[in-house]
């Protein structure tokens, strides 16, 4: 039932939004999925999170997801990163450059106003926007990489730790088991030297043409690691009463591609 599905978490948020439904993926080994009803104008949503303790240097995520057609923009989505020291809870940290030592996260994004698939990621060189603030940054900024409402889809991500004093951390991105290629470079792999491309502001867009991506240095500590995954339903512009519905199943973490 949805509480020994609670009970697998270390936190829940707005638990009355979640119910336990018979739509699950194909092939899936399961009988039911997770669903998340949001009501626009009663909540912005909910949420489950975990610790992945004792915290890894690299980390695969995998899930299916399933949005109705008409499922309004989706601000927020599911996060994977680490805390120092790892809290049974999210702490947040919006618009502020992580220090180096205390957190790091990335974001999987469905861009709910153009609907495209990209990160959202908080680190300690991150960038700041034209307000001075340092929102998280996108980084493979194709539209044709589509967010198709109205069936399932397998999502993963990979990130993998830098040294405390190098820029060698790493994410990547599958859809459907597919990486995303644009003009001749993988742009959905970013790392030390990989893919080129160009800044504007806190957007990074590939571009053959560019200089190579300088990489991620998540931390100046090995004590902050690979600690947490937040599955996060969080939309701010729904209509009043509108019922945005988004279904999850088949939820792996491992130290692997999963596929």
């Excluded at 739509?23 to 949420?47: F, N, W």
Aim: one cysteine or more; glycine letters at 12%; a neutral charge.
């Amino acid at each position: 039932d949805l509480d020994a599905v609670c009970r697998r978490w270390d936190s829940t948020e707005n638990k009355g939004i979640m119910s336990l439904a018979a739509e699950i993926p194909p092939d899936s080994a399961g009988t039911r999925s997770l669903l998340l009803s949001h009501v626009g104008g009663k909540s912005t949503g909910g949420h489950l999170y975990r610790r992945l303790l004792p915290g890894s240097e690299k980390l695969h995520v995998r899930f299916y997801v399933k949005f109705a057609p008409d499922c309004a923009g989706i601000h927020h989505f599911v996060h994977v990163g680490g805390y120092n020291p790892p809290t049974s809870w999210p702490q947040g940290g919006a618009g502020i450059r992580p220090a180096g030592n205390d957190r790091f996260t990335t974001g999987i994004e469905p861009y709910g106003n153009t609907w495209r698939w990209d990160f959202y990621s908080y680190w300690m060189d991150m960038r700041s926007s034209p307000d001075g603030k340092s929102w998280g940054h996108d980084f493979i900024n194709d539209p044709a990489l589509k967010v198709e409402r109205g069936r399932w889809i397998c999502v993963e991500l990979m990130m993998k730790m830098n040294d405390p004093d190098r820029s060698n951390g790493e994410q990547a991105l599958w859809i459907d088991g597919r990486p995303w290629e644009k003009e001749g470079q993988a742009v959905s792999h970013v790392g030390e030297g990989f893919p080129r491309g160009k800044w504007t502001w806190d957007s990074f867009h590939p571009d053959p043409a560019g200089t190579p991506f300088e990489g991620f240095r998540w931390r100046s500590t090995e004590d902050l690691k690979l600690n947490l995954l937040w599955l996060l339903l969080y939309i701010t512009k729904a209509p009043p009463g509108h019922v945005s519905r988004v279904w999850f199943d088949d939820i792996v973490v491992a130290r692997e591609y999963i596929g």
